[in-house]
Structure formats: C-alpha cells, structure tokens
C-alpha cells in the first residue's frame, strides 16, 4: 500500500513542529507513522487530570484533535493546502487515574475529500481498552498565492 502522507514526513519531523506548544506541554509523544495512521502516547500526570485525578476529558480532545491535525496536514499539498479543525467530538468511555502511566492514541481517515477530511482517533490504555473515541472534522483551506 502507498502511503497518503507527503513522503519523507518522520515522527522527528512532527515531534519537532510540535515543540513550543500545547502538545510539548502535555507530554504528546509521536509514536508510529504509518501508510494511513498516526499514533501518540500522552501522560495520565498532573498536567492531564481533573480535580478528581482522573484524565480530563479535554486532554482526551487534545490528543485527538492533535493527531488528526497533523495526518490531515501532511496528508495535503502543504505547498497549496493547509487544514484547520471545524468540529470535533468524544465519547469518554473509561477513566484512567493520575499516575496510571500513558493513553495511546491513533487517527485514521474515515473521509478524504477536496474541502474536508473526517479522522477518527482511538484512545486506550496499556492493555489496549478503549478510553475514548473521537471524530475530528477538518477543513481543507487553499493557501493564499
């Protein structure tokens, strides 16, 4: 199979663009790049939990839309085309404690079209019971010339 992203894109590449952001602050880890998948572990750590020292269900969402940003954009021509979130939603399906080590996560295309894509992202925990479920909805933008 012919991989969908732009070649030579490496994790490196990606774990790079994301230093200095809300990714690097959180503790996102690129873990695999794939033909059509892109995966990352996330800490379940003071900087990810809720008061009840659970994970937030907004650092689920982060790492969702996080994952999903970043395979839509290296999946475009970056000379003609970016891509931007329009609408993302979760379904939390089992918690995790502060200190309960990582959240794994990958994004797959379920839609690849001219003017918007749809990613799905798993989250589970180490023993791989899913955590949460997100779809994140991007537009594609055709850059200004």
């Not at 990714?23 to 892109?38: A, K, P, S």
């Not at 003071?46 to 839509?72: I, N």
Request: proline share 3%.
């Amino acid at each position: 199979m012919q991989t969908m992203f732009q070649p030579g894109v490496t994790l490196q590449d990606i774990q790079a663009m994301s230093q200095n952001t809300m990714v690097d602050h959180l503790g996102i880890e690129y873990t695999d790049l794939g033909d059509n998948y892109i995966s990352a572990k996330m800490p379940v750590d003071h900087r990810t939990v809720q008061p009840l020292r659970m994970l937030h269900g907004g650092a689920s969402v982060v790492l969702s839309e996080t994952l999903g940003s970043v395979a839509a954009n290296i999946s475009v021509d970056n000379n003609k085309f970016y891509c931007v979130g329009l609408e993302i939603n979760a379904n939390h399906i089992r918690s995790m404690k502060e200190g309960d080590g990582y959240v794994f996560g990958t994004t797959r295309p379920i839609h690849l079209g001219k003017t918007t894509q749809i990613w799905e992202t798993r989250i589970t925990n180490a023993d791989d019971k899913l955590i949460c479920i997100s779809r994140l909805t991007v537009a594609v933008m055709k850059k200004k010339q």
